[in-house]
């Protein structure tokens, strides 16, 4: 722990994502997992990478958190250390007057959590809503037997975008449902397996469903490291563009 706070009196913007993993007994690569998650949801600024040395004298690359993030960082993973953090930013400052105490830090990265489960949670509603409306206009039309040569359903095309640009299947059905040149059902298909029941599920031509994407991220722009954005998309999401 001693080596952890390091020497009375420094003043430093951040704290690695190697420190919080040291003070949290955790293994490093999940807290930087964590990072990413939160800043993904935008509960959190996406932290800068940097490098340092292990000790083993390997070049490791670390998240550098501001101070308001890390309570939010532990908070989330080991609230049971909110105590450490607030001695570490203690011991790293000269005006201890500015450090909040152990309980005020602990209120605020979790009314940080709370609001940022809050806005998922509205979103998921917004979703359901338009998935509701979506299921009544294609269930309106003709239903095939079998799925038409080169159409895909949306399982299939959640699988094939992951793998092109790493859109998670939240970001692959707002642009689906959402986006105003999202593709038209190709048409119904009846589910033939005997537990369905009878069910239908709607299938996209393969080409439209490509050229929606493309110009989905031709049009997306970047934020900080794999965080994009777009105006018809609510808040930041991950994806990969191949140049």
Not at 190 to 195: K, T, V
Request: proline content about 4%.
């Amino acid at each position: 722990m001693n080596a952890l706070l390091g020497m009375q009196g420094t003043k430093p913007e951040t704290m690695s994502s190697q420190e919080i993993a040291d003070l949290l007994e955790k293994r490093h690569d999940k807290v930087k997992q964590s990072i990413e998650r939160l800043a993904e949801r935008g509960t959190i600024q996406h932290p800068p990478l940097g490098e340092v040395k292990n000790h083993l004298g390997q070049t490791v690359e670390v998240y550098q958190v501001n101070e308001r993030d890390s309570y939010v960082v532990v908070a989330q993973l080991s609230p049971e250390f909110t105590a450490r953090l607030v001695d570490y930013w203690q011991a790293h400052k000269n005006d201890v007057a500015q450090i909040p105490s152990t309980a005020e830090a602990f209120a605020q990265a979790f009314r940080m959590l709370a609001d940022a489960e809050q806005r998922d949670a509205k979103r998921e509603q917004r979703l359901n809503l338009i998935d509701a409306k979506v299921e009544r206009i294609e269930t309106a039309q003709i239903v095939l037997s079998a799925r038409p040569a080169n159409s895909e359903s949306i399982v299939h095309i959640r699988r094939r975008i992951w793998q092109l640009y790493g859109l998670s299947d939240a970001t692959v059905d707002a642009v689906m449902r959402q986006s105003p040149y999202g593709p038209k059902p190709a048409g119904m298909v009846r589910n033939e397996h005997a537990e369905a029941d009878g069910a239908t599920y709607a299938v996209y031509w393969k080409k439209d469903v490509t050229v929606t994407f493309e110009r989905f991220v031709a049009e997306c722009r970047h934020s900080a490291g794999k965080l994009y954005t777009h105006p018809y998309i609510e808040g930041r999401f991950k994806l990969i563009k191949h140049e």
